[in-house]
């Protein structure tokens, strides 16, 4: 799933992505513990 860009386009798609797979390629580690 690389389609996505850089900055996702709603807050609960970047939630289910980081929820079911790891940090895409573009998508900084750091995001997701900011998220959490």
Known sequence: MSTYPI???TK???H????????IKGT???EKDKMV
């Open 16 to 23: 289910k992505l980081f929820g079911s797979v790891p940090p």
């Open 28 to 30: 900084k580690p750091t």
């Open 7 to 9: 900055t996702l386009p």
């Open 12 to 14: 609960e798609e970047r």
